[in-house]
């Protein structure tokens, strides 16, 4: 069965930088985009960006326009895992992390991690 | 980009139908067909209801409906039940390569 399973609990001070991983099993690892979503708490879903696994970066890689610049995808096809990398952490940061597989072909999501939560605070 | 624009709220009694409206653009909810609907639980994981305005994923129950016309999107619940008490999410893909969510719609079955 499709497991996505996200790296644990990360406090932060603000102006540091995060990075979340999310090991994948059960698919097939270049065959489906993976998405990053947020969800602050007591709020909505917010779409991060986006990367096929199958590149090298680059041209696959997309960002919602306020995280150009402070964010960065990569994947690793050896152990099938993604990660999302954030700099220049604020308080307003302060969210749980969702790494979300694309439904291929289908336009949408039908697997999420469990999520990872993020806390920035001095 | 801005966030789809949904109501923030709908209640109805049990057995009732509602509708939530997802709002977007040209470049988004008018421009393509890719429009998905999640339902999200208290402390749960979002999970995927509707995809391609209206196609539901296997297991789905046929309660749940969506429809789009013009740059507005749509997801209907007829029959409404006490487990469908949840927060309700559209997404839709967008012109630029990238995706939004709309803001959230708390469902209240009285």
């Known amino acids: 069965q499709v497991q996505l399973v996200q790296s644990g609990t990360e406090v932060k001070r603000p102006g540091a930088s995060v990075k979340i991983s999310c090991k994948t099993s059960g698919y097939t690892f270049t065959g489906s985009l993976m998405h990053w979503v947020r969800q602050a708490p007591g709020q909505g879903l917010e779409w991060m960006g986006k990367?096929?696994?199958?590149?090298?970066?680059?041209?696959?890689?997309r960002f919602a326009q306020k995280f150009q610049g402070r964010l960065t995808l990569t994947s690793d096809t050896s152990t099938n895992t993604v990660h999302m990398e954030m700099r220049s952490l604020t308080s307003d940061d302060t969210a749980l992390y969702y790494c979300?597989?694309?439904?291929?072909?289908?336009?949408?999501?039908?697997?999420w991690g469990q999520g990872t939560l993020v806390t920035v605070s001095s | 980009q801005s966030a789809l624009t949904q109501p923030a709220s709908v209640s109805a009694s049990p057995g009732q139908s509602i509708a939530i409206s997802c709002t977007g653009t040209?470049?988004?909810?008018?421009?393509?067909?890719?429009v998905s609907w999640y339902q999200q639980h208290p402390d749960k994981v979002p999970r995927l209801i509707i995809y391609e305005v209206n196609n539901r994923p296997s297991g789905v129950s046929d309660r749940f409906s969506g429809t789009k016309s013009g740059n507005t999107a749509s997801l209907i619940i007829t029959g409404l039940e006490a487990d469908d008490e949840a927060d309700y999410y559209c997404s839709s893909f967008v012109s630029s390569d990238t995706w939004v969510f709309g803001g959230g719609t708390k469902v209240t079955v009285l």
């Open positions: 990367l096929n696994p199958s590149h090298d970066g680059g041209t696959s890689i």
């Open positions: 040209s470049s988004d909810v008018g421009g393509y067909n890719h």
């Open positions: 979300a597989k694309d439904k291929h072909g289908a336009w949408s999501i039908d697997y």
